[in-house]
Every structure is written in structure tokens, then in C-alpha cells.
């Protein structure tokens, strides 16, 4: 079904002008067998670092993004970018960078305790990932609102509304058979220069986003079962 799209533009100081909101009321039953079919779809979904360099679908990853900008957020500000990188001049840019601070990292700035919970996942600075993989999306948070001519305007609860969307961006991705990876070097400044994003951005997340490679393997991890996450009252 089509959708029509409008261009959004700042609204901080409009009156509030609600509109009707009137969603189908889904049968119990239905209902039932959507989350359980959810459930085990996304109880499939694993972090790879092995990527096939198969190209993707690239209006998925577009309707994937789509969906992560649906996310809410803080008065919604919708404080994100995503930047999509397929050249792989500057996929190789960003490898080149992530893998100095990952050395860093990993040669002590981490601290043990870190490292010690890193080694079960067999990481370590070398990120093939970022190169292999057909495409990065790259996801920076916008600290503030900088219009045209210079206008600021604060934007609130930005780190959890980022994560909202990330999250949705990557159920997104999974429910569309394409497999991802959060990378977060640390510090990410050098992904604005590579990038050339403005300075109300600062880069929150390097997403590789493909199909895992033939020969892929991933640890050998337990997710914490229902009992263990869900509190009843």
C-alpha cells in the first residue's frame, strides 16, 4: 500500500493540533500468532562479523532506515541522521581509522575488565567487517537543531531516542534477511571528518549491513530467558 509522504519542518512553538488516530483493533487471535511468530524471528537474529561482499537490495536498507525514523523521540525532535556509505574508498577510510583507536583500545586503553568481557565474543581491533560487508549506515545523533541561517534549538533525550531507532533499524534489517553489526570505535569523531557532517552531529553507531559471509561463525551465546527479564506485578 502506498504511503504519502510530507516534508517535515520544525514545529518548536506551534499549538498542538491533534489529529484522530483510529488503527484496526487486531483479533485476539491474531494477535497471538504475530507475537509468537515475532518472537522466534527475532530470537533468530545473531550479530555477524563475517560478511558476504554480495551487494544487497539496497531499497531495503532504504525502507529499513525509513522504519527506524519512525521511532519515537524526545518532543519529537526525531534527532538522527543515518548516512549511507557504499564507497569503498570511504568504507576503506573508516576501516583504516576505526582499527588505529581499536589498537588503542585494545592494547590497554580498554582496562582488563572490559577486555575480559569482550574475550568470549572472539573481538579483537582487525574490522573487516567494515570493508567486506556491501554497505555501512552510519548513525549520528543530532545534540541540537541547527537550522539554515544559524538557529539553534536544544533537542532532549537524544542518546535514548537514538537507541530507540538503532534498535528498530536493526529488527528492520533482521525481519528483512539482512544481517547487521554495531560497531562503536571509541572515540567516533574521526566519522564526522570522513564524513563531513555538521557540528550539531556527533556519530553514535557504524552499522555493517549485508549477508553473512558462507564460512560465517558466530559465539556460541545464551539470551537471558523470559523469567529472567520480565518482572510481573
Known sequence: MATTTRHWTPTHGDPYRPVPYRPGRMAPAE??????????????RRTVRQFATDPVPLDVV??????????????HQQPWTFVLVRDPGVRRRIRDAAEEEERLSYDGRLGEEWLAALRPLGTDEVKPHLTDAPALIVVFQQRYWLGEDGTKRKHYYVDESVGIAVGMLLSALHLSGLAALIHTPSPMRFLSDVLGRPANEKAFAVIPVGYPAPDCQVPDLVRKSLDQVLVEF
Open 31 to 44: 494477535s497471538l500468532a504475530r507475537a509468537a511468530e515475532l518472537r522466534a524471528r527475532m530470537d533468530e
Open 62 to 75: 532504504r525502507d529499513a532506515i525509513a522504519c527506524a525514523a519512525t521511532a519515537p523521540s524526545g518532543a
